[in-house]
């Protein structure tokens, strides 16, 4: 059983169909990237399978449970996060601060910890929070303010969020989106790092992100599957070389 199972998903939005009946799988350990023309769906499935919106048919089973209706709270309960392109951390909490609150929330929504005690005495958060700021290379900034990041390091608090809730599956959404060169590498370089611990599915329009580390790759066009397979076999695929706008380098 893989550890993530879309079946026939679809997603109609009046008379659009932004996702046509798509099956998809991930095995846990795996990477699987997303990549597609701007409209092909890649926001949509990603919304879909974060428990943001339900599909209009078709069904996704996690772990072997089916949480095709599972809003957002129960999906992450569950053991999936997703990285969002927006920020969602505090900027006047420290960088510490702001992982605390996601860790928190996950460590209560396990083990129904109670309310009115003390954070000293939820069992193993600093530790997790600790474990965190080192996986986002952040462990030096944790007692800053989270506004004084660089940009670069702003974006790797986001994924940060997401891995505080310590989740079996990452979504990621274009985590290299407005990064230098620099930036883009060290992003690269620390998804790498992740995938021992995580499942991690991403979208991103950066082709050297994409090729430099996913075992997979989906083409989504018009909300149908255009093309799958391993990054040599999209690299030749003619079709998609076509299809991707100006190709893929
Ligand atoms: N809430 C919505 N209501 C109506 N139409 C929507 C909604 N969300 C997305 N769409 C439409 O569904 C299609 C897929 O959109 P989606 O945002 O998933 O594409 P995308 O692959 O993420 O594109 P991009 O690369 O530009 O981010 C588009 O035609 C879009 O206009
Ligand atoms: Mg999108």
């Given at each position: 059983m893989a550890l993530l199972e879309m079946d026939a998903i679809s997603q109609r939005f009046g008379g659009l169909v932004?996702?046509?009946a798509l099956t998809f799988t991930a095995e846990a350990g795996s990477i699987t990237a997303l990549i597609g023309p701007n409209g092909a769906g890649k926001t949509t499935f990603f919304r879909m399978l974060a428990g943001e919106i339900p599909p209009t048919s078709g069904t996704i089973a996690f772990k072997g449970t089916n949480?095709?209706?599972?809003d957002v709270t129960r999906t992450a309960q569950l053991g999936i996060a997703k990285s969002y392109q927006i920020s969602q951390f505090?900027?006047?909490?420290t960088v510490r601060e702001n992982l605390t609150i996601p860790a928190l929330a996950a460590r209560r929504g396990k083990f129904r910890i109670d309310i009115f005690r003390r954070l000293e005495g939820v069992d193993g958060l600093e530790a997790l929070v600790d474990r965190t700021l080192a996986q986002v290379g952040l462990a030096e900034r944790a007692n800053d303010r989270a506004d004084d990041l660089s940009y670069g390091e702003k974006r790797r608090l986001e994924i940060g969020l997401a891995l505080a809730t310590e989740p079996e599956l990452l979504l990621l959404d274009e985590?290299?989106?407005?990064?230098s060169a620099n930036e883009t590498a060290d992003t690269v370089a620390l998804i790498k790092t992740l995938r021992d611990h995580v499942t991690i599915v991403i979208v991103e329009h950066d082709m050297d992100v994409i090729f430099g580390l996913a075992d997979r790759i989906l083409v989504l066009q018009d909300g149908k599957m255009i093309a799958e397979g391993t990054p040599a076999e999209i690299r030749a695929d003619q079709r998609v070389q076509a299809e991707m706008d100006g190709g893929i380098e």
């Open positions: 932004a996702i046509d949480i095709t209706a599972f505090f900027p006047k909490l985590p290299a989106a407005g990064m």
